[in-house]
């Protein structure tokens, strides 16, 4: 089954405390992309990666890292989390940076 | 700034009745634009993409693209409850770049 996965898919963790959250695809996308939900803001992207070792900031990326070692993996990196952060993330992932598949999404509570 | 902006709602409509939900894009070198249907709690999920002016039908949905003012709209035809949910306006300058999303707007169809 064509997927994108997201793990964890609930998270609550302290301030400080670095975390990261994994997003793998088996579609083979070139593209792939995080965002982050929040009421009353909608969704905001905060990296995106056309390709493996090509990464680029969005709208957000202020505390976050990401890094496209392999085709099918996106991790997002949050070396010091802080209570701001607290957010629904959602990874997609699509072919030829067009149509965007979503993961089934990460809420993340930062204490 | 790329802004995508979306009528928030409630949008409500009873069973039957067709849904009018309208976007507008500041970006005029926007080349494509995505409908996407969110479910509370869910993940986005593509409705429809349209690349072109004029109009595009799949199913009960329309979407209508008009680059000259900026606008882009989906028509839901024989409204059902099931169609009850936040949709998603997002719109890409060209492919592989960022995803713009609008902040959605929440469609209630009552029975």
């Known amino acids: 089954e064509a997927q994108v996965t997201q793990n964890p898919r609930y998270l609550i963790t302290v301030t400080g405390k670095k975390l990261t959250v994994t997003c793998s695809q088996n579609?083979?996308?070139?593209?792939m992309s995080w965002y982050r939900q929040d009421p009353g803001l909608g969704l905001r992207q905060i990296y995106y990666s056309m390709n493996v070792e090509v990464t680029d900031k969005g709208d957000v990326p202020e505390g976050y890292k990401v890094s496209r070692k392999e085709k099918r993996n996106f991790p997002l990196i949050l070396e010091s989390p802080s209570p701001n952060q607290t957010s629904l993330y959602f990874c997609?992932?699509?072919?030829?940076?067009?149509?965007?598949?979503f993961g089934p999404g990460t809420r993340l509570l930062v204490l | 700034q790329k802004e995508v902006e979306q009528n928030s709602g409630p949008l409500s409509v009873p069973e039957g009745a067709i849904a009018s939900l309208n976007c507008t894009y500041s970006?005029?070198?926007?080349?494509?634009f995505f409908w996407y249907r969110q479910y509370s709690g869910k993940s986005p999920e593509l409705i429809m993409s349209i690349y072109s002016n004029g109009d595009k039908e799949d199913g009960r949905f329309t979407a209508q693209l008009n680059k000259a003012s900026q606008y882009v709209s989906l028509l839901i035809r024989d409204s059902q409850p099931s169609d009850s949910a936040t949709y998603l306006c997002a719109v890409n300058h060209q492919a592989g770049t960022a995803l713009i999303f609008g902040k959605g707007t929440t469609l209630s169809v009552s029975s």
């Open positions: 579609m083979n996308h070139e593209y």
């Open positions: 997609a992932s699509a072919s030829g940076g067009l149509t965007q598949y």
């Open positions: 970006d005029r070198g926007s080349q494509s």
